[in-house]
């Protein structure tokens, strides 16, 4: 059985996971959101591990698309950069919430470029920045390819670049931003976690289960891939390592962005 329950920024379904019964019943589906947030966005955000749930296994990830308004006239990341510099703070881009993945991402490509951008928060998601960037308002989106997909295909957003650490095999001709600017990447991710407690044999059997179905599963896999989802698989000890290590990437834009929540 599926109980969804929304709200606080995925705070309460990552209390009810964390308090669960630790039997093997229960479990908790949380994202990169959870674990990566502002302070004081949420009560009990972020979460932190092993400390509030333990790793179970890692159920895939969508790298950011950066994608300009065709308007614009740009082709590539260098073309993006070059246009910031010439117009600091000027070009912008839109996000779908302070501290979400899309605004980390626009933080993480300043910060690595040495530009300045001018970040536009929107509360109608990315359809909403879409239908912007083709009135002329707002510039860039960063976005996983299932949010930009359809408007790829209609023309109103060029994709100038993924997130990932490689090509991605849907779209082998289009670059990763690491090609210009080293060891960049971002990717909103999704993990099975279970409440503090739960016995190791139910977890590693749980992980072997999750593995099976996103190896072996044919059907699973083309739908991963089409949806332009990486297929990794992880242990309960190699997710824990990832999920730790994106916390530590994103802190210091983490912190930057709440030093400026407090300024305004």
Do not use: C
Not at 48 to 53: E, G, L, N, S, T
Not at 164 to 189: K, N, Q, Y
Request: glycine share 10%.
């Amino acid at each position: 059985m599926v109980v969804n329950q929304a709200g606080a920024g995925g705070a309460i379904a990552a209390r009810s996971a964390a308090t669960a019964a630790p039997d093997g019943y229960t479990f908790g589906v949380m994202a990169l959101s959870a674990f990566v947030a502002l302070p004081g966005t949420a009560d009990n955000l972020p979460v932190q591990v092993p400390r509030d749930v333990i790793p179970v296994g890692y159920l895939g990830g969508a790298s950011m698309f950066i994608g300009a308004a065709p308007w614009l006239g740009l082709k590539t990341v260098s073309d993006l950069i070059a246009l910031a510099k010439q117009k600091p703070g000027e070009l912008s881009y839109g996000v779908n919430g302070i501290g979400r993945l899309t605004h980390l991402t626009g933080e993480l490509l300043q910060r690595q470029a040495g530009i300045k951008l001018l970040m536009v928060p929107y509360t109608g998601g990315t359809p909403a920045i879409i239908n912007d960037m083709m009135g002329k308002r707002v510039g860039l989106v960063f976005e996983a390819y299932s949010g930009l997909a359809g408007a790829i295909d209609a023309g109103n957003v060029v994709p100038l670049a993924v997130a990932s650490a490689s090509r991605m095999p849907s779209s082998p001709h289009l670059p990763t931003v690491a090609e210009t600017l080293p060891d960049f990447e971002s990717i909103g991710w999704q993990a099975l976690l279970a409440p503090v407690g739960t016995p190791a044999a139910v977890i590693s059997k749980v992980n072997a289960n999750v593995t099976k179905a996103m190896r072996d599963d044919p059907e699973i896999h083309k739908r991963l891939i089409d949806l332009g989802r990486d297929d990794r698989m992880m242990s309960p000890t190699e997710l824990l390592n990832f999920i730790r290590g994106e916390q530590t990437k994103w802190a210091p834009i983490v912190q930057e962005i709440a030093g400026q929540t407090e300024k305004k």
